[in-house]
């Protein structure tokens, strides 16, 4: 990928709630976003594991609080798979913030979602990637020994 694609392309974002109206409004003010589209919609977390497993979202918007299993038990699979796709818990309650931090959420927003809160938190996972992709571009620029790649070329007068 390259630097434009960053800043043009899409983040792919898959959400999940098992609340119909939920996953549509989240839906709606995502979709507000310019650099965002959404990839997948799933109503139970088993659903969403496979979803995960073949969309591959850039990054999930989660609720805590589903029948069966729960948000924090689809992160644990995740985790599992090693599937390393940052998670965003969004859920009316307040009192899973300290645990969605102790399982490295990028992100937790309240029910109903403030839409400059949810601006916030896509600009931030998109500087994010900006410059997670120039540090790696840089890497790939910078021989092993430290030193800046450099290609020899033979000419008439010289290397």
Do not use: W
């Not at 434009?4 to 899409?10: A, E, K, L, R, S």
């Not at 898959?14 to 507000?32: F, G, N």
């Not at 990054?59 to 090693?82: A, C, I, R, S, T």
């Amino acid at each position: 990928m390259n630097a434009n694609h960053y800043q043009t392309n899409d983040i792919r974002v898959l959400i999940v709630d098992d609340e119909e109206r939920a996953r549509e409004l989240l839906e709606i003010l995502l979709l507000r976003i310019h650099c965002v589209s959404v990839c997948g919609k799933a109503s139970s977390a088993d659903e969403a594991l496979n979803m995960v497993m073949t969309t591959r979202p850039d990054l999930v918007f989660l609720d805590v609080q589903m029948p069966e299993k729960n948000g924090f038990q689809l992160v644990d699979y995740l985790h599992k798979y090693m599937v390393d796709t940052p998670v965003v818990f969004v859920t009316a309650h307040a009192e899973f913030a300290i645990p969605a931090l102790k399982v490295s959420a990028f992100d937790y927003l309240l029910k109903p979602v403030i839409m400059e809160q949810l601006e916030e938190t896509i600009h931030r996972f998109r500087a994010g990637r900006i410059k997670q992709f120039r540090e790696k571009k840089q890497e790939k620029e910078t021989a092993p020994d430290g030193k800046k790649a450099r290609l020899k070329f033979n000419t008439r007068t010289g290397y």
